[in-house]
């Protein structure tokens, strides 16, 4: 038997603004909130341990201060790569540079809390 990825935690100064960000970006809702500020974000009637991984948004005081080791990809389902694009800046996110020489076919973009990931171009159908 093998394990899987059943939730991604990201630390997060504000909690509330990175799950308003991604719960618009992936189509999750608000699943627990714990006393201490920490929330977890998920897929809608499925929640932890479905085929998607939950991301839990750990609460701390401590600033972004490197780039991070471990980061998102995601896919557009429904529209092509541009026009996914221009719905994650509007949401709030923004593009990152990280070194890339521009021919690359994906974009780097980060959450409103500077945290990087990645607008791959395959289209994938949604789970």
């Known amino acids: 038997m093998a394990c899987r990825i059943t939730e991604l935690v990201l630390d997060a ?3 509330d603004l990175l799950a308003r960000f991604w719960c618009e970006i992936l189509g999750y809702v ?20 479905g085929p998607l991984p939950t991301i839990v948004l750990n609460r701390t ?19 092509d790569q541009d ?17 890339q020489t521009g021919n690359e076919s994906w974009h780097v973009l980060a ?4 945290n990087e990931f990645c607008l791959l171009r395959k289209r994938v159908p949604p789970v």
């Open 13 to 15: 100064r504000d909690p």
């Open 30 to 49: 608000e699943l627990d909130r714990t006393d201490g500020g920490d929330i977890e974000i998920g897929p809608p009637d499925v929640g932890f341990g």
């Open 61 to 79: 005081d401590e600033p972004k201060t490197a780039g991070l080791r471990l980061h998102i990809d995601v896919n557009p389902t429904d529209r």
């Open 83 to 99: 026009a996914e694009l221009a719905r994650l800046l509007a949401a709030g996110a923004r593009p990152a540079d990280i070194g």
């Open 111 to 114: 959450d409103p809390e500077g």
